[in-house]
């Protein structure tokens, strides 16, 4: 099928681009928390962002530089061409040397992200001179896609005396969260833009954002939960991210019960399965989400390439 892109205006019909990727929900490692991913300040530039549509004016595909992730975000139509992904790439590349030299939206190399079965897009991305990281012999890079039924073990440990689980007090905690996002992740990427963005979205369910207090009053620890009625395989699901506990407060067990209460959460709204997207080479995730039932269900090869 014939398509044409185009650029975006200001403000992108972003429901529509999550339809598209559930129309082909194995091509994605992030569909039910898209929204959170398309809340990022990557689309305050339009520029980042390109669609290609059919000569009927049907979206087939749709392409995003999400700075703050590093990433290449890509969703195709299954009634599009296989071409259009490796255009779509080819659009994103021109796009990352364009951005080289911008303080804010520039990156000296950029990643993708996809299922080491998909084959063909491993293909692409190898001829447009991405590289796979897990073969690089300094710091290889890869990740998993884990996978549980929602109704899952049960944590028996009860948190530390003086913390406490509850769901984060919206905009007027979005400031603490992104200090503690930032520190967890040593990365500023977070900002307080994205966050209430993410509060807004229509997808965002306030149970499902949950923080850890300290018995200082601050926040040690965050998870928030997607619920998606027809996720992966048409099937209700529920996606952990992100999840995170401050450096001086692990150990003490408040990932796994964050993660706990999140997947509780989720199968309360009607999620069959749970999922986490996490490195490879992160052993102490690894841990926590084993000892929470996940189990891998995906092996996922990251692309570089260097600008």
Same mark, same amino acid.
């Given at each position: 099928?014939?398509?044409?892109?185009?650029?975006?205006?200001? !403000? @992108?019909?972003?429901?529509?681009?999550?339809?598209?990727?559930?129309?082909?929900?194995?091509?994605?490692?992030?569909?039910?928390?898209?929204?959170?991913?398309?809340?990022?300040?990557?689309?305050? $530039?339009?520029? !980042?962002?390109?669609?290609?549509?059919?000569?009927?004016?049907?979206?087939?595909?749709?392409?995003?530089?999400?700075?703050?992730?590093?990433?290449?975000?890509?969703?195709?139509?299954?009634?599009?061409?296989?071409?259009?992904?490796?255009?779509?790439?080819?659009?994103?590349?021109?796009?990352?040397?364009?951005?080289?030299?911008?303080?804010?939206?520039?990156?000296?190399?950029?990643?993708?992200?996809?299922?080491?079965?998909?084959?063909?897009?491993?293909?692409?991305?190898?001829?447009? /001179?991405?590289?796979?990281?897990?073969?690089?012999?300094?710091? @290889?890079?890869?990740?998993?896609?884990?996978? $549980?039924?929602?109704?899952?073990?049960?944590?028996? $440990?009860?948190? @530390?005396?003086?913390?406490?689980?509850? #769901?984060? /007090?919206?905009?007027?905690?979005?400031?603490?969260?992104?200090?503690?996002?930032?520190?967890?992740?040593?990365?500023?990427?977070?900002?307080?833009?994205?966050?209430?963005?993410?509060?807004?979205?229509?997808?965002?369910?306030?149970?499902?954002?949950?923080?850890?207090?300290?018995?200082?009053?601050?926040?040690? /620890?965050?998870?928030? /939960?997607?619920?998606?009625?027809?996720?992966?395989?048409?099937?209700?699901?529920?996606?952990?991210?992100?999840?995170?506990?401050?450096?001086?407060?692990?150990?003490?067990?408040?990932?796994?019960?964050?993660?706990?209460?999140?997947? #509780?959460?989720?199968?309360?709204?009607?999620?069959?399965?749970?999922?986490?997207?996490?490195?490879?080479?992160?052993?102490?995730?690894?841990?926590?989400?084993?000892?929470?039932?996940?189990?891998?269900?995906?092996?996922?090869?990251?692309?570089?390439?260097?600008?």
């Amino acid at each position: 099928m014939h398509a044409s892109s185009q650029p975006v205006g200001a !403000n @992108p019909d972003l429901e529509l681009m999550q339809a598209l990727a559930h129309c082909a929900p194995e091509q994605h490692l992030h569909l039910i928390d898209l929204p959170y991913r398309l809340s990022s300040w990557a689309l305050d $530039r339009a520029e !980042n962002l390109r669609l290609w549509r059919g000569a009927d004016g049907q979206l087939l595909a749709w392409a995003v530089l999400q700075a703050p992730f590093w990433a290449i975000d890509v969703a195709l139509h299954p009634a599009a061409d296989a071409a259009l992904y490796s255009e779509a790439l080819t659009w994103a590349v021109a796009r990352a040397r364009a951005l080289a030299d911008d303080p804010d939206y520039g990156r000296p190399c950029w990643f993708v992200s996809v299922p080491a079965e998909q084959s063909e897009r491993r293909a692409a991305l190898e001829a447009q /001179g991405f590289a796979d990281q897990a073969q690089v012999p300094v710091d @290889p890079w890869s990740k998993v896609l884990l996978t $549980r039924p929602a109704r899952g073990p049960v944590w028996e $440990r009860s948190l @530390p005396p003086g913390y406490r689980l509850r #769901a984060l /007090g919206g905009r007027a905690e979005a400031g603490a969260y992104v200090a503690l996002h930032r520190a967890v992740f040593q990365s500023t990427s977070m900002t307080v833009g994205w966050r209430e963005r993410t509060l807004a979205r229509a997808q965002y369910r306030p149970e499902l954002d949950l923080v850890i207090e300290a018995p200082d009053g601050s926040l040690a /620890g965050f998870c928030i /939960g997607w619920f998606d009625p027809a996720g992966f395989g048409g099937l209700p699901s529920g996606q952990i991210e992100p999840l995170g506990v401050a450096a001086g407060q692990r150990g003490l067990g408040l990932g796994r019960g964050l993660l706990e209460a999140c997947c #509780a959460r989720l199968a309360d709204a009607g999620a069959e399965h749970i999922y986490v997207e996490t490195d490879r080479q992160r052993e102490a995730a690894l841990g926590v989400y084993g000892a929470a039932g996940l189990r891998i269900l995906h092996d996922v090869c990251v692309y570089r390439l260097d600008l």
